[in-house]
């Protein structure tokens, strides 16, 4: 059986080098920066809504790959989804980080991004694995 740290590493890779979501976006655009110092992630979220649904978000930047993966996954969760959904997911997201109690119910509303929870007690990598969630916290 492949071990736990392996599946992490490889599913993190797997969306940090996705490039589809890395894009502007035009027209009417909430834009938020997040920018983490200690790792030189440097990521821009763009997001386009349209009658309370997102109808499409990107990003512009550089960070490392849990950064990028993160982010990847946040707009996988989002893109097409009603506001109101995003935020309770951004929600559930952040309870999860701070190491409160998450149903596997709520898990299963994240998607792949609930993997990003074996981050949460790594203070040189959680920093990482929120830094776009905390941009779409502010734009939703």
């Known amino acids: 059986m492949e071990n736990i740290d392996n599946i992490y ?3 993190i890779l797997e969306y940090s080098r996705k490039k589809e979501n ?6 009417d655009v909430k834009i ?14 763009l997001i386009k809504e349209k009658d309370g649904i997102i109808e ?3 990003f512009l930047g550089k ?5 990028t993966a993160s982010t990847n996954m946040l707009i996988e969760l989002i893109k097409g989804r009603p506001v109101e959904e995003a935020k309770k997911k951004v929600d559930i ?3 999860m980080m701070g190491g409160k109690e998450v149903s596997e119910e709520e898990k299963e509303e994240l998607g792949d991004a609930q993997i990003l929870e074996y981050f949460a007690e790594m203070p040189a990598r959680i920093k990482c694995a929120t830094l776009s969630w905390h ?6």
């Open 135 to 140: 941009s779409a916290k502010v734009l939703l």
């Open 22 to 27: 890395c894009r502007d976006l035009t027209g």
């Open 32 to 45: 938020e920066r997040g920018h983490n110092p200690s790792c030189g992630d440097d990521l821009t979220l």
């Open 56 to 58: 499409d978000a990107s």
């Open 9 to 11: 590493q490889e599913m």
């Open 63 to 67: 960070g490392c790959a849990i950064s």
């Open 93 to 95: 997201f952040f309870k």
